[in-house]
């Protein structure tokens, strides 16, 4: 079974730009959630799409956006990119989302750099 | 709000070593995942665990509900356990919050 794959790997943009990460989960699972990682606030939860609706959110800027495809892909969306949002961005899927007792399974990132 | 802190943040030992991680938050939670990162980044679940003790291979992970408290224990650790080890919590109840993460301990095993 394929893993959770990201894409792309490595971005690099520049400030004001916009920009869109791809997430496709492991087949079968509906639930996919977002994360950011940075060297000073750790890892931070963006938000969880769960068939095609998002169902939590953390605590970012209206400029982060993300959706979820009928096939479960997602996508997540920054507008405006600012330099603090250079980051690894993460996701990962599950079978039933992060408020059940299905594992989640990461993808290997999206590392974003914002000149 | 949940607050979840690791201990400690850089820990160094030898093979061979028992190891200790521990992870405290402040709310009650439904869950509590253990989370290994390797350089480059891929996360690997380790545990969900809401009570008690569970354990794969060397890796065994406890909770104290009651403490807002868990462990994470390495037996006969390796270099290959060299990697960062997070824990993130799940909140009581449901709702809108997602998992909320400590910040991480950097584990180094010497041969």
């Known amino acids: 079974k394929a893993g959770v794959t990201q894409t792309p790997r490595y971005l690099i943009k520049t400030r004001g730009q916009q920009v869109t990460l791809s997430c496709s989960p492991i087949s079968g699972h509906r639930s996919v959630s977002w994360y950011q990682q940075t060297p000073g606030q750790g890892l931070q939860f963006l938000f969880e799409?769960?068939?095609?609706?998002?169902?939590n959110k953390g605590n970012f800027p209206g400029r982060f956006s993300g959706r979820q495809f009928s096939n479960s892909r997602s996508e997540m969306n920054v507008s405006t990119l600012e330099l603090g949002d250079s980051a690894l961005y993460l996701c990962a899927s599950s079978l039933t989302g992060q408020q059940s007792n299905s594992p989640l399974h990461f993808g290997n990132g999206t590392r974003l750099t914002v000149t | 709000k949940n607050e979840v802190e690791q201990s400690p943040q850089n820990l160094t030992a030898q093979e061979g070593e028992f190891i200790t991680i521990n992870c405290s938050y402040s709310?009650?939670?439904?869950?509590l995942h253990w989370l290994q990162q390797h350089p480059g980044g891929g996360i690997v679940s380790l545990f969900m665990l809401s009570s008690g003790k569970k354990k794969h291979g060397r890796l065994i992970a406890t909770i104290n509900i009651q403490e807002k408290h868990s462990s994470l224990h390495i037996t006969a650790s390796h270099p290959r356990d060299s990697a960062v080890y997070i824990c993130a919590a799940r909140p009581q109840g449901g709702g809108a919050d997602g998992l909320t993460f400590g910040k991480g301990t950097h584990l180094i095993i010497q041969p």
């Open positions: 709310v009650g939670i439904s869950a």
């Open positions: 799409y769960f068939s095609e609706t998002q169902r």
